[in-house]
T-cell receptor, first 112, second 113 residues
């Protein structure tokens, strides 16, 4: 079944640790995105990639990095996690010609 | 800066009634709008979209209306069901080649049996 998968589903992490959130799609969409969702703040864009090999900064990129080695995978890395990065993280993909974005199931991350 | 906002943060309706969820946007350059539904513990789910060259678009039990004069977007849900209970977001894409969306904070719709 075509779709977007994210891993892990949830994670509790000690501050200062490195963490990579995984996102894989089989929809062959060119564009991929990472958002964080916090109560009262809605969805905020962290990083995006319009196509394999390119990435860009979103609204809240500090403390996060991404890579896009191929079409299907778009991992998000927290180099040294801090408690303010506690959030629910969503990966999304987009069909460039329609601009619609489709979301994965999310990763709930808690940084202690 | 430009932003997308919602008039009502919560909406409670009776099962079978029609629901209307509103959204105001401020970026006059936006040319594409999307409504998403998000159930508890899940990712946002695409419901319906509309481009700026349209005023109305209908789907299954849902209708989106766009009023560009007052920069207002609404989602109408006909015969609301308990399964419609969720948070609903509007989003806008101001165009360009980066396909980035700006999201509203959401309206919580509760359907009472």
């Amino acid at each position: 079944i075509a779709g977007i998968t994210q891993a892990p589903t949830s994670q509790i992490l000690a501050a200062g640790r490195r963490m990579t959130l995984r996102c894989t799609q089989d929809m062959r969409h060119n564009a991929m995105y990472w958002y964080r969702q916090d109560l009262g703040l809605g969805l905020r864009l962290i990083h995006y990639s319009n196509t394999a090999g390119t990435t860009g900064k979103g609204e809240v990129p500090d403390g996060y990095s991404v890579s896009r080695a191929n079409t299907d995978d778009f991992p998000l890395t927290l180099a040294s996690a801090v408690p303010s990065q506690t959030s629910v993280y969503f990966c999304a993909t987009g069909q460039g010609h329609t601009d619609t974005q489709y979301f994965g199931p999310g990763t709930r991350l808690t940084v202690l | 800066g430009e932003s997308v906002g919602l008039h009502l943060p919560t909406l409670s309706v009776q099962e079978g009634d029609n629901s209307i969820i509103n959204c105001a946007y401020s970026n006059s350059a936006s040319d594409y709008f999307i409504w998403y539904k998000q159930e508890s513990g899940k990712g946002p789910q695409f419901i319906i979209d509309i481009r700026s060259n349209m005023d109305k678009r209908q789907g299954q039990r849902v209708t989106v209306l766009l009023n560009k004069t007052v920069k207002h977007l609404s989602l109408q849900i006909a015969a609301t069901q308990p399964g419609d209970s969720a948070v609903y977001f509007c989003a806008e894409n101001s165009g360009g080649s980066n396909y980035k969306l700006t999201f509203g904070k959401g309206t919580l719709l509760t359907v009472n049996p």
